[in-house]
């Protein structure tokens, strides 16, 4: 039986980019995990003072991506429906 827990680690970061094989990810993991494009593009920036990646999407809109860190955690670890 599983027990609701908290592993601390120095450090920990979600994939900021990725082609090739990481295609299939964004479709296998959560939102918590993966930032996943609205569109088809192309990273144009990254911010580093706001924490922010700019995207160019194939059609000419831009869309934005927030880098900052999250703090995420498993509330439902262990539970049986």
Known sequence: ?????????????????????????????????VDKAEKSGVVERIDKKTNLAVLKYEDGTRGVIDLSPVMSKNSNGGLKK
Not at 2 to 31: C, M, N, V, W
């Open 1 to 33: 039986m599983q027990q609701k827990h908290i592993i601390p680690i120095k450090k920990a970061s979600r994939p900021l980019f990725g082609s090739g094989a990481e295609k299939t990810l964004p479709y296998l993991l959560s939102d918590d995990f």
